[in-house]
T-cell receptor, first 113, second 108 residues
């Protein structure tokens, strides 16, 4: 069984730039959720994708967008980066739409300067 | 709006002592509650969920709807329990909310 993988591990961007983060879900999982975890905080839900459709969204602006592909891998895109976007971005996959039992990836550390 | 509060940022105990990590929630309906754990240099992983009512690694958590709490307990802490613990809630819209986490340190 292959676990959740994320790429890249870390990256540095400049304010105003755009970034794409990638996630491969665990084998057999069709649902992917993305979270932002700022330093010293718990994960904050960005959105969830189920069978290539957005299935729920947290309190994040439209410049945070995503995609899910037929193989259930997913991308998180963030446009017009701001300094406050610096955080650990976590991807989690689950086998059900309700994301009740999620398996997390190692995260991508994004630094915006 | 749903909210999860973990009042303690840090909990420090000695090996063999009882442990209780507090979690209070705010939600108008019937939530699903979870505890996730993150050991050093490992990824976040599910510890237990209130629906299953099971004990994992000696930890238990009971949902108290009257007090809107879901505290995590273990009667005798072990050094390997040292980790970051997050309480999480999922409401009717399937949007999960996590608490800010409690760092548990178990001293030898």
């Amino acid at each position: 069984e292959t676990g959740v993988t994320q790429s890249p591990t870390h990256l540095i961007k400049t304010r105003g730039q755009q970034v794409t983060l990638r996630c491969s879900s665990q084998s057999g999982h069709n649902t992917v959720s993305w979270y932002q975890q700022a330093l010293g905080q718990g994960p904050q839900f960005i959105f969830q994708y189920y069978r290539e459709e957005e299935n729920g969204r947290g309190n994040f602006p439209p410049r945070f967008s995503g995609l899910q592909f037929p193989n259930y891998s997913s991308e998180l895109n963030v446009n017009a980066l701001e300094l406050d976007d610096s955080a650990l971005y976590l991807c989690a996959s689950s086998s059900e739409q309700g994301s009740n039992e999620q398996y997390f990836g190692p995260g991508t550390r994004l630094t915006v300067t | 709006a749903q909210r999860v509060t973990q009042p303690e940022k840090l909990l420090s105990v000695f090996k063999g002592a009882p442990v209780e990590l507090k979690c209070n929630y705010s939600y108008s309906g019937s939530p699903e509650l979870f505890w996730y754990v993150q050991y050093s240099r490992q990824r976040l992983q599910l510890l237990l969920r209130h629906i299953s009512r099971e004990s994992i690694k000696g930890f238990t958590a009971d949902l108290n709807k009257g007090e809107t709490s879901f505290h995590l307990k273990k009667p005798f802490a072990q050094e390997e329990d040292s980790a970051m613990y997050y309480c999480a809630l999922i409401g009717g819209s399937y949007i999960p909310t996590f608490g800010r986490g409690t760092s548990l340190i178990v001293h030898p």
